[in-house]
């Protein structure tokens, strides 16, 4: 696997030992091009960066070495855990994103992430389930990698849950029960930012973003009887 070094001055110093990595969150860069996506990875005013940035000819550039903590994450949960960037590792993915120009993600591009996160899973170990998006680990604020990205292709390789429907669970459908019924999915599957028992402003965005990685072509912010079913198999996977 060949990268090239174009380093980030913005990482946190403290070194983080090698059994501290449990996550991969991928992102998209949002911007206009890899061009302004890299100045700003680099501009310390910014404060954000990555560990390693792939372009869309699949190039693969590391920006932050392994070690230290890059600031990719942001405000962030998953499970008991707060603050992902002290136990993970960010891939930015060039893609303009929704602002810009939505783009689907070229094959050299998913190939190289498939190659990165190879590397990753063998070299620290992680669970397929740990691969996941910023969106996962941040709702409220973030869409990406958004619903163009192909997480049913990267499961296939080992990275990232995917549902398979299996006749032997028998889902009550009570439609008055869906949210109740929904977000206790979520929270089983790791999901955070919502009220198990309480409707809530934020339950139409987590929604929203559970929809776009699972249920691509009906983001709708709705629980439906497909949404909650491919709930509840990712949170009863044996």
């Given at each position: 696997?060949?990268?090239?070094?174009?380093?980030?001055?913005?990482?946190?110093?403290?070194?983080?030992?090698?059994?501290?990595?449990?996550?991969?969150?991928?992102?998209?860069?949002?911007?206009?091009?890899?061009?302004?996506s890299?100045?700003?990875l680099?501009?310390p005013?910014?404060?954000?960066?990555?560990?390693?940035?792939?372009?869309?000819?699949?190039?693969?550039?590391?920006?932050v070495?392994?070690n230290?903590?890059?600031?990719?994450?942001?405000?962030?949960?998953?499970?008991?855990?707060?603050?992902?960037?002290?136990?993970?590792?960010?891939?930015?993915?060039?893609?303009?994103?929704?602002?810009?120009?939505?783009e689907?993600?070229?094959?050299?591009?998913v190939?190289?992430?498939?190659?990165?996160?190879?590397?990753?899973?063998?070299?620290?170990?992680?669970?397929?389930?740990?691969?996941l998006?910023?969106?996962?680990?941040?709702?409220l604020?973030?869409?990406?990698?958004?619903?163009?990205?192909?997480w049913?292709?990267?499961?296939?390789?080992?990275?990232?849950?995917?549902?398979?429907?299996?006749?032997?669970?028998?889902?009550?459908?009570?439609k008055?029960k869906?949210?109740?019924?929904?977000?206790?999915?979520?929270?089983?599957?790791?999901?955070?930012?919502?009220?198990?028992?309480?409707?809530?402003?934020?339950?139409?965005?987590v929604?929203?973003?559970f929809?776009?990685?699972?249920?691509?072509?009906?983001?709708?912010g709705?629980?439906?009887?497909?949404?909650?079913?491919?709930?509840?198999?990712?949170?009863?996977?044996?």
């Amino acid at each position: 696997m060949r990268k090239t070094l174009n380093l980030s001055p913005n990482f946190s110093r403290k070194k983080r030992p090698k059994s501290k990595i449990k996550y991969v969150i991928i992102h998209y860069t949002g911007m206009q091009s890899e061009i302004e996506s890299i100045k700003r990875l680099k501009n310390p005013k910014s404060k954000v960066s990555c560990h390693y940035l792939i372009n869309r000819k699949g190039n693969i550039i590391q920006m932050v070495h392994e070690n230290k903590i890059a600031w990719h994450a942001g405000n962030s949960k998953w499970k008991n855990i707060s603050n992902l960037n002290t136990s993970s590792l960010g891939i930015e993915l060039v893609n303009k994103g929704e602002k810009f120009g939505y783009e689907n993600f070229p094959n050299l591009q998913v190939k190289s992430l498939i190659l990165l996160c190879k590397f990753f899973k063998t070299k620290y170990k992680i669970k397929k389930e740990n691969f996941l998006g910023h969106s996962d680990i941040a709702p409220l604020r973030k869409i990406d990698p958004g619903y163009k990205f192909p997480w049913r292709t990267l499961s296939g390789f080992g990275f990232g849950q995917w549902f398979k429907f299996n006749r032997k669970y028998n889902i009550e459908l009570d439609k008055k029960k869906y949210r109740n019924m929904f977000f206790n999915n979520l929270y089983k599957i790791g999901y955070r930012y919502f009220k198990l028992k309480q409707i809530s402003k934020n339950d139409k965005k987590v929604i929203s973003v559970f929809q776009q990685k699972y249920l691509p072509k009906k983001v709708n912010g709705k629980i439906d009887e497909k949404t909650l079913k491919i709930s509840y198999f990712l949170a009863n996977k044996k």
